[in-house]
């Protein structure tokens, strides 16, 4: 236990986590040079695409220190809001934490909120200064950041660089001397905390643990405390570039367990592991169930590929727990599902996934959060889409979530990134100075607020110089009212939306608006009407065409007039018929085009 020391990595989007990670790994010659490609440890195609990292992942590495054998293990985090109890499990599994800083950036903040999780579970923290190599690095005002925040010294900054690899070796000797050994009783029951878990398709799921308390061993009989499952360890090892079985393992050891799981729902991520025989009396800490809170309607193009769809979901289900679906039908849509993500990327990350790997053509509704509607009767029920929001006439209230979000931004941009959160119906908690030019902003806001465009737009007022995190903060009641849209006096239910009462108006109106845009002419007129309730609040009409399309083809030139027809048969596959009225598939997303 005293040659292991367990850390993680905490760094902003982009700041170079993964870079100086594979250079760590290769100086330990974890990663022989044939092996060696960029960001080893972004092992999912779409992750290295898109140079973010999706899911933790964790590697030990072996490291000769002044004749002393250490085993280092490096437990990856995710970099992105969405999967922020992710992180806060990786971290709760480590002794310290690497606090990478991009010279020329400066703070983000990601670093900040990640860094006082860390912080919070007692972690010793080395601050690194990142890509020193860069012309326009400022390791001076940077360091004063960062003295400011942690409340190190100048001396205890690592200068580094993940280009030239610059401070690696100091990196590792700091691991060594700073972050303590992990503690743990190796005669006590065991109890193991399951940070990660990734599914294999000819083993199954492989979960990743660290051990606080006891042993495992190869066919143990284990349970897993949150699922109450049962299992036994078909293999149990260390995470090396591969899979390295072991017999046993003690605390302090980061590994992993096979156990014939097959799906990734059964395996949570902060749950405990013990065993059946002499379990632990308590629970490692902080477990949550991780809950999806941004939701969109998914329907297939072709009504057809319904079931394709079914099986797709069902698949990516397997590896991703954090995705839920049910069946949902729309009379605008035909059938669909009705999805749950835990945030906006990992919404676009489904997408691309359903497109990428099964090749399926799907339209998504707009994004919305979960209500819970209180009801004249006493009731209280969770409203997933707004078209299933009940009528005005049996709700009492209705509660919202909202998001604590931390802003940081160059001074000058704090006006405009006020006025947007306020926009928003944000309430500023606080805002404080980091430096004379940049400040941190504090607002509670709705999460409705913020699906749609506020990432948009807070990158375009800012002129990129703002970064933003966020994390949960409970629901509060809200003067929401059901915006219905009328085509020829016909409800549009995938159109429908939950909208503060005092916005509805001018938002009908520019809803309107948009649609009389998206939806071409057609044979007769097309009444747009925004509704709430009974109460019609605008209006617009897009004309009929009085030309028939094929009335200019003179004569009798049939090929051409074929032609014509074709193309416009192409153009009706992206049509979906709403009573008389056909609706371009653009519409449906209309309300994230308002101006
Ligand atoms: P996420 O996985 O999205 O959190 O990003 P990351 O923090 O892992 O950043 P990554 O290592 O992918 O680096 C981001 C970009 O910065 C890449 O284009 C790297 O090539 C570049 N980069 C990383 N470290 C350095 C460095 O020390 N110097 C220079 N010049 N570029 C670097």
Do not use: W
């Not at 747009?528 to 009409?541: C, D, M, P, W, Y």
């Amino acid at each position: 236990m005293e040659n292991i020391r367990n850390f993680c990595i905490i760094a902003h989007i982009d700041h170079g986590k993964s870079t100086l990670a594979d250079r760590l790994l290769e100086f330990t010659k974890t990663v022989g040079e044939r092996d060696m490609h960029d960001q080893v440890l972004d092992s999912m195609d779409l992750e290295q695409e898109r140079g973010i990292t999706i899911k933790s992942h964790a590697i030990q590495m072996d490291y000769l220190h002044e004749g002393n054998a250490f085993k280092l293990n490096l437990i990856d985090t995710p970099g992105h809001v969405d999967f922020s109890y992710e992180v806060s499990r990786s971290i709760a599994a480590c002794e310290g934490a690497l606090l990478i800083i991009d010279a020329t950036q400066g703070i983000q903040a990601q670093t900040i909120s990640n860094l006082y999780l860390a912080i919070e579970h007692d972690l010793e923290i080395i601050p690194v200064l990142n890509k020193m190599d860069l012309p326009n690095a400022m390791p001076e005002a940077v360091e004063e950041q960062i003295i400011d925040l942690i409340g190190c010294d100048h001396e205890d900054i690592i200068h580094a660089s993940g280009k030239t690899g610059e401070g690696v070796e100091k990196i590792l000797e700091q691991i060594i001397h700073k972050i303590p050994a992990p503690k743990g009783d190796p005669e006590a029951p065991l109890q193991a905390l399951i940070f990660d878990s990734v599914f294999n398709s000819f083993r199954g799921i492989i979960a990743y643990f660290k051990i606080t308390n006891g042993q495992i061993r190869k066919k143990d009989l284990v349970k897993f405390v949150a699922t109450k499952k049962e299992y036994y360890a078909d293999e149990v090892g260390v995470l090396k570039l591969g899979l390295e079985p072991k017999d046993v393992l003690g605390p302090g050891d980061v590994g992993y367990i096979i156990s014939g799981i097959k799906t990734a729902k059964e395996v949570k991520v902060g749950d405990t592991i013990t065993h059946v025989k002499n379990p632990c009396e308590i629970a490692i800490d902080g477990f949550e169930e991780v809950k999806p809170m941004v939701f969109a309607g998914v329907y297939p193009i072709d009504a057809e590929d319904y079931e394709e769809l079914r099986y797709a979901m069902d698949k990516l289900q397997l590896n991703d727990a954090s995705l839920t679906f049910e069946p949902e039908s729309s009379a605008a849509l035909g059938f669909g599902f009705r999805c749950g993500f835990l945030g906006m990327l990992h919404m676009e990350i489904i997408q691309e996934r359903l497109d990428r790997e099964f090749d399926m053509n799907v339209i998504t509704t707009v994004p919305n959060v979960s209500y819970k509607a209180h009801l004249t009767d006493g009731s209280t029920i969770t409203v997933y889409n707004p078209s299933g929001m009940p009528a005005s006439t049996t709700i009492q209230e209705i509660d919202e979530p909202y998001i604590r979000a931390n802003i940081i931004t160059a001074s000058e941009f704090i006006g405009p990134v006020m006025n947007l959160c306020l926009d928003k119906r944000g309430e500023l908690i606080s805002q404080n100075y980091l430096t004379a030019e940049r400040a941190e902003l504090v607002f509670n806001i709705p999460l409705g607020e913020i699906v749609f465009d506020f990432y948009d737009k807070l990158k375009s007022i800012s002129k990129g110089y703002a970064s933003f995190d966020y994390h949960m903060n409970g629901y509060k009641p809200a003067k929401l009212v059901r915006l219905d849209i009328l085509l020829n006096g016909e409800m549009v239910d995938a159109l429908s939306t939950l909208i503060h009462f005092d916005n509805a108006t001018s938002f009908g109106r520019r809803m309107c608006e948009k649609l009389k845009e998206l939806i071409p002419r057609q044979q007769f007129d097309i009444a747009i009407q925004a509704a709430i309730g009974a109460k019609i609040i605008a209006r617009e009409t897009v004309k009929a065409v009085r030309k028939d399309v094929t009335a200019k083809c003179y004569g009798g030139d049939i090929t051409r007039k074929r032609k014509l027809l074709e193309k416009q048969k192409k153009g009706k596959k992206r049509m979906k018929q709403v009573g008389n009225v056909e609706v371009p598939q653009k519409a449906f997303l209309a309300v994230l085009k308002l101006d």
